[in-house]
């Protein structure tokens, strides 16, 4: 009775979220009202941004912090922006897991933004430089462990940071804490990551708890938002997702 009970619920539950995708267009924005609402491609991106909220929410995982990384240089070569990933994700893992415990376990999606191309001189002449690239890193979030508990690698980092031995439970305390897992990853990239500049640009994380809101998406829904804002169409998912460094987001595995 239980399993009939469980399988016809599930299926309400299907019925339902069909039937509100039918009348409103999409289930998790909370202002949807746009001038672009019934352009092709905005419901291509409404649907996408869905089925990504929706992967994560069947994952029982959140996002709860966005690294965005500037080069300090011009990169617009995709294939070297997939090595780098490749190596942020070796990064954090030796500093947050580096036993690969799965209680540490990180999940991690990558998703690539080009910028603009550039009208520029070169040698007297005048050419169109393709845009370079930024990324985007949605991380989960840190189990409390990694302070009450620290590894050798946090603390480590937490001593050249505060120049002196440090209680991390205090300073979490006494900083919160988002800023002190944003310093502890600020430094390690900028230490182990020869591509990551010492720039205040370089470097930006923000976490759920002070993200308000991306076209009408909030908490770590808006940060999946803001990630997303430009796939709208197949080209445009295949260049900006990095499946080959991310946790199974739009691909299974």
């Not at 002196?164 to 900083?175: C, Y």
């Amino acid at each position: 009775m239980d399993l009939v009970y469980l399988m016809k619920s599930q299926n309400h539950r299907t019925k339902y979220r069909e039937w509100i995708k039918r009348k409103e267009g999409c289930i998790y924005r909370i202002n949807h009202n746009d001038r672009y609402e019934d352009r092709n491609w905005k419901q291509n991106l409404t649907a996408m941004r869905e089925k990504i909220i929706d992967q994560y929410i069947e994952k029982n995982i959140e996002p709860a912090y966005m690294i965005t990384r500037n080069y300090y240089y011009h990169q617009d070569d995709r294939t070297k922006v997939i090595d780098d990933n490749k190596r942020v994700n070796v990064v954090l893992d030796d500093l947050f897991n580096p036993r690969n415990r799965n209680e540490y376990q990180l999940d991690k999606d990558h998703f690539i933004e080009r910028h603009q191309d550039q009208l520029i001189e070169d040698k007297g002449e005048y050419r169109v430089r393709r845009g370079g690239f930024h990324i985007h890193t949605l991380i989960t979030e840190l189990d409390d462990k990694i302070f009450t508990r620290p590894n050798r690698n946090i603390r480590k980092s937490l001593n050249h940071l505060y120049k002196k031995e440090v209680i991390p439970t205090q300073l979490v305390e006494e900083e919160g804490k988002t800023e002190i897992v944003r310093k502890l990853i600020t430094h390690n990239l900028i230490r182990r990551c020869g591509f990551v500049g010492t720039g205040k640009k370089c470097i930006d994380i923000v976490d759920t708890q002070n993200y308000k809101e991306f076209d009408g998406y909030t908490g770590w829904k808006g940060l999946v938002s803001y990630c997303t804002k430009n796939m709208y169409n197949t080209t445009n998912i295949v260049e900006i997702y990095d499946h080959q460094n991310s946790n199974s987001l739009l691909v299974s595995k």
